[in-house]
Protein backbone atom coordinates (compact mmCIF):
# COMPACT_ATOMS: atom_id res chain seq x y z
CA UNK A 1 0.00 0.00 0.00
CA UNK A 2 1.74 3.34 -0.94
CA UNK A 3 1.82 5.82 0.91
CA UNK A 4 -0.66 9.10 -0.15
CA UNK A 5 1.48 12.17 -0.51
CA UNK A 6 0.06 15.70 -0.28
CA UNK A 7 0.38 17.99 -3.39
CA UNK A 8 3.00 20.17 -1.47
CA UNK A 9 4.99 16.80 -0.92
CA UNK A 10 4.66 16.02 -4.37
CA UNK A 11 5.54 19.27 -5.88
CA UNK A 12 8.65 19.15 -3.66
CA UNK A 13 9.33 15.62 -4.46
CA UNK A 14 9.46 16.89 -8.39
CA UNK A 15 11.75 20.06 -7.60
CA UNK A 16 14.16 17.72 -6.27
CA UNK A 17 14.11 15.62 -8.67
CA UNK A 18 14.92 18.42 -11.32
CA UNK A 19 17.60 19.84 -8.96
CA UNK A 20 19.21 16.28 -8.55
CA UNK A 21 18.80 15.39 -12.14
CA UNK A 22 21.86 15.00 -14.50
CA UNK A 23 22.65 17.56 -17.11
CA UNK A 24 22.55 16.76 -21.19
CA UNK A 25 26.02 18.40 -22.28
CA UNK A 26 25.60 21.01 -25.00
CA UNK A 27 21.54 20.92 -24.17
CA UNK A 28 21.73 24.57 -22.64
CA UNK A 29 20.99 23.38 -18.80
CA UNK A 30 18.17 20.79 -20.16
CA UNK A 31 18.20 17.64 -17.64
CA UNK A 32 17.31 14.05 -18.29
CA UNK A 33 14.43 12.98 -15.91
CA UNK A 34 13.20 9.65 -15.10
CA UNK A 35 9.49 9.92 -17.64
CA UNK A 36 7.71 7.14 -15.32
CA UNK A 37 8.54 8.24 -11.59
CA UNK A 38 8.14 11.99 -13.12
CA UNK A 39 4.89 10.86 -14.93
CA UNK A 40 3.17 8.72 -11.46
CA UNK A 41 3.97 12.28 -9.28
CA UNK A 42 2.07 14.13 -12.05
CA UNK A 43 -0.31 11.66 -11.55
CA UNK A 44 -0.62 11.42 -8.01
CA UNK A 45 -0.56 15.63 -8.09
CA UNK A 46 -3.60 15.63 -10.21
CA UNK A 47 -5.71 12.78 -8.15
CA UNK A 48 -4.79 14.98 -5.16
CA UNK A 49 -5.48 17.79 -6.72
CA UNK A 50 -9.22 18.02 -6.41
CA UNK A 51 -8.77 17.02 -2.99
CA UNK A 52 -7.20 19.36 -2.22
CA UNK A 53 -8.83 22.11 -4.05
CA UNK A 54 -12.18 20.35 -2.45
CA UNK A 55 -10.46 20.80 0.90
CA UNK A 56 -9.29 24.40 0.44
CA UNK A 57 -12.73 25.40 -1.05
CA UNK A 58 -14.39 23.93 2.58
CA UNK A 59 -11.80 26.02 3.99
CA UNK A 60 -12.58 29.46 2.27
CA UNK A 61 -16.26 28.49 2.52
CA UNK A 62 -16.08 27.58 6.09
CA UNK A 63 -14.14 30.93 6.56
CA UNK A 64 -16.66 32.74 5.16
CA UNK A 65 -19.39 31.32 7.37
CA UNK A 66 -16.97 31.78 10.39
CA UNK A 67 -16.54 35.65 8.77
CA UNK A 68 -20.79 36.13 8.95
CA UNK A 69 -21.08 34.19 11.75
CA UNK A 70 -18.44 36.50 13.94
CA UNK A 71 -19.90 39.44 11.89
CA UNK A 72 -23.70 38.13 12.91
CA UNK A 73 -21.97 37.60 16.80
CA UNK A 74 -20.75 41.48 16.49
CA UNK A 75 -23.79 42.67 15.21
CA UNK A 76 -25.49 40.95 18.44
CA UNK A 77 -23.01 41.99 20.85
CA UNK A 78 -23.06 45.46 19.56
CA UNK A 79 -26.83 45.56 19.35
CA UNK A 80 -26.91 44.50 23.03
CA UNK A 81 -24.13 46.97 24.31
CA UNK A 82 -26.35 49.35 22.68
CA UNK A 83 -29.01 47.97 24.66
CA UNK A 84 -27.62 47.81 27.37
CA UNK A 85 -26.26 51.34 26.48
CA UNK A 86 -29.68 52.62 26.19
CA UNK A 87 -31.00 50.81 29.48
CA UNK A 88 -27.94 52.53 31.67
CA UNK A 89 -28.85 55.69 29.93
CA UNK A 90 -32.62 55.43 30.82
CA UNK A 91 -31.70 53.81 34.16
CA UNK A 92 -29.44 57.07 34.55
CA UNK A 93 -32.21 59.88 33.54
CA UNK A 94 -34.92 57.57 35.59
CA UNK A 95 -32.01 58.13 39.02
CA UNK A 96 -31.55 61.56 37.67
CA UNK A 97 -35.18 62.18 38.00
CA UNK A 98 -35.60 59.88 41.15
CA UNK A 99 -32.75 62.70 42.82
CA UNK A 100 -34.36 65.58 41.62
CA UNK A 101 -37.79 64.46 42.48
CA UNK A 102 -36.25 63.54 46.42
CA UNK A 103 -34.56 66.75 46.44
CA UNK A 104 -37.98 68.68 45.57
CA UNK A 105 -39.83 66.07 47.92
CA UNK A 106 -36.79 67.17 50.48
CA UNK A 107 -37.30 70.82 49.90
CA UNK A 108 -41.73 70.84 50.31
CA UNK A 109 -40.93 68.47 53.00
CA UNK A 110 -38.74 71.43 55.25
CA UNK A 111 -41.13 74.26 53.86
CA UNK A 112 -43.97 72.59 55.16
CA UNK A 113 -42.22 72.28 58.40
CA UNK A 114 -41.55 75.82 58.51
CA UNK A 115 -45.04 76.22 57.88
CA UNK A 116 -45.99 74.13 60.38
CA UNK A 117 -43.34 76.06 63.27
CA UNK A 118 -44.63 79.25 62.01
CA UNK A 119 -48.47 78.47 62.40
CA UNK A 120 -47.51 76.35 65.96
CA UNK A 121 -45.30 79.38 66.68
CA UNK A 122 -48.90 81.78 66.01
CA UNK A 123 -50.78 79.65 68.06
CA UNK A 124 -48.95 79.33 70.98
CA UNK A 125 -48.86 83.41 70.75
CA UNK A 126 -52.17 83.49 70.66
CA UNK A 127 -52.50 81.13 73.88
CA UNK A 128 -49.86 82.65 75.65
CA UNK A 129 -51.61 86.10 75.33
CA UNK A 130 -55.19 84.34 75.95
CA UNK A 131 -53.43 82.91 78.70
CA UNK A 132 -52.33 86.14 79.92
CA UNK A 133 -55.71 88.14 79.51
CA UNK A 134 -57.34 85.71 81.21
CA UNK A 135 -54.97 85.56 84.14
CA UNK A 136 -55.00 89.47 84.41
CA UNK A 137 -58.66 89.07 84.32
CA UNK A 138 -58.67 86.47 87.32
CA UNK A 139 -56.30 88.80 89.00
CA UNK A 140 -58.44 91.17 88.85
CA UNK A 141 -61.15 89.40 90.04
CA UNK A 142 -59.20 88.43 93.00
CA UNK A 143 -58.50 92.07 93.79
CA UNK A 144 -61.87 93.01 93.24
CA UNK A 145 -63.03 89.81 95.81
CA UNK A 146 -59.89 90.74 98.30
CA UNK A 147 -60.90 94.35 98.26
CA UNK A 148 -64.42 93.56 98.91
CA UNK A 149 -63.25 90.87 101.58
CA UNK A 150 -61.69 93.41 103.31
CA UNK A 151 -64.12 95.41 103.14
CA UNK A 152 -66.39 93.38 104.11
CA UNK A 153 -64.09 92.12 107.08
CA UNK A 154 -63.52 95.85 108.13
CA UNK A 155 -66.55 96.32 108.40
CA UNK A 156 -67.90 93.10 110.28
CA UNK A 157 -64.74 93.94 113.04
CA UNK A 158 -66.23 97.45 113.20
CA UNK A 159 -69.73 96.72 114.04
CA UNK A 160 -68.21 93.75 116.30
CA UNK A 161 -65.81 96.16 118.35
CA UNK A 162 -68.55 98.72 118.24
CA UNK A 163 -71.15 95.85 119.66
CA UNK A 164 -67.94 94.98 121.81
CA UNK A 165 -68.01 98.59 123.17
CA UNK A 166 -71.88 98.77 123.86
CA UNK A 167 -72.23 95.37 125.62
CA UNK A 168 -68.59 96.69 127.45
CA UNK A 169 -70.27 100.19 128.03
CA UNK A 170 -73.66 98.79 129.26
CA UNK A 171 -71.92 96.56 130.98
CA UNK A 172 -70.00 99.05 132.90
CA UNK A 173 -72.95 101.05 133.20
CA UNK A 174 -74.75 98.17 135.11
CA UNK A 175 -71.65 97.64 137.03
CA UNK A 176 -71.63 101.49 137.81
CA UNK A 177 -75.50 101.03 139.04
CA UNK A 178 -74.90 98.16 140.95
CA UNK A 179 -71.79 99.73 142.55
CA UNK A 180 -73.73 102.99 143.33
CA UNK A 181 -76.55 100.54 144.91
CA UNK A 182 -74.08 98.37 146.95
CA UNK A 183 -72.86 101.87 148.07
CA UNK A 184 -76.15 102.66 148.75
CA UNK A 185 -76.74 99.71 150.85
CA UNK A 186 -73.54 100.22 152.62
CA UNK A 187 -74.78 103.83 153.65
CA UNK A 188 -78.07 103.06 154.96
Known amino acids: ??????????????GDMVAEAWSMPLSGG???LERARVLDILEEIRAALP?????????????????????????????????????MVSESNIMREATQM???????????????ITVAEEKAAQLIAS????????????????????AMTTRFVD????RSEESISAALADLARAKA????????
Open 131 to 150: AEAQAAEIMKTAEVRSNELR
Open 51 to 87: GDIQQARAIVESRVELTAAARRDADAIIRAAEDRAKT
Open 102 to 116: AKELGQATVEKARES
Open 181 to 188: QFKQLQGK
Open 1 to 14: MEEKHSVEDLLAIL
Open 159 to 162: DALA
Open 30 to 32: KVV
